[in-house]
């Protein structure tokens, strides 16, 4: 019988094997808050997403986006027992997400995870969901 030789996972060529769950991988809870408070940076200066948010609950939008991130990614699970089931397109159903509403959010989601300086691995799984629940939010093909 031949030896049996498992994969390991990487996180570069010559660097650590992955072990945990994506959120303990990636750094916890202070990197998916560094990931949503660059987000909002650039939310705010958006003239089209900003007034989605209301202006007085920024701190607690960023609190909402970032304890759902990190349940979904394997953290506690906070963001449910506070606020019950996800629900996300319900949740965005009020607001018009359209193309342009969508294109602006991953843009500012793009430079937010461009400075996480995450391995390769963990910054295109991050992303690749990131763009398909951008894509799943659009409610409206309006102007």
Do not use: C
């Not at 909002?40 to 986006?65: C, F, K, N, S």
């Not at 799984?125 to 093909?141: G, I, P, S």
Request: no cysteine; net charge negative; glycine share 10%.
């Amino acid at each position: 019988m031949s030896e049996s030789n498992p994969v390991t996972i990487r996180l570069s060529k010559e660097g650590e094997s992955v072990q945990g769950n994506f959120w303990e991988q990636v750094g916890g809870r202070p990197t998916f808050e560094r990931l949503v408070r660059a987000f909002y940076e650039g939310i705010r200066t958006d003239d089209v997403l900003l007034p989605m948010y209301p202006e007085e609950d920024l701190e607690g939008a960023i609190q909402r986006l970032t304890g759902f991130l990190e349940q979904y990614w394997g953290g506690p699970g906070t963001y449910s027992e506070e606020r019950g089931h996800p629900r996300l397109r319900q949740r965005h159903m009020p607001f018009k997400v359209n193309p342009d509403a969508r294109d602006r959010w991953l843009a500012h989601m793009r430079v937010a995870v461009d400075g996480l300086g995450l391995s390769p691995l963990h910054e295109a799984t991050l992303w690749a969901y990131l763009e398909r629940a951008a894509h799943a939010m659009v409610n409206t093909f309006d102007d």
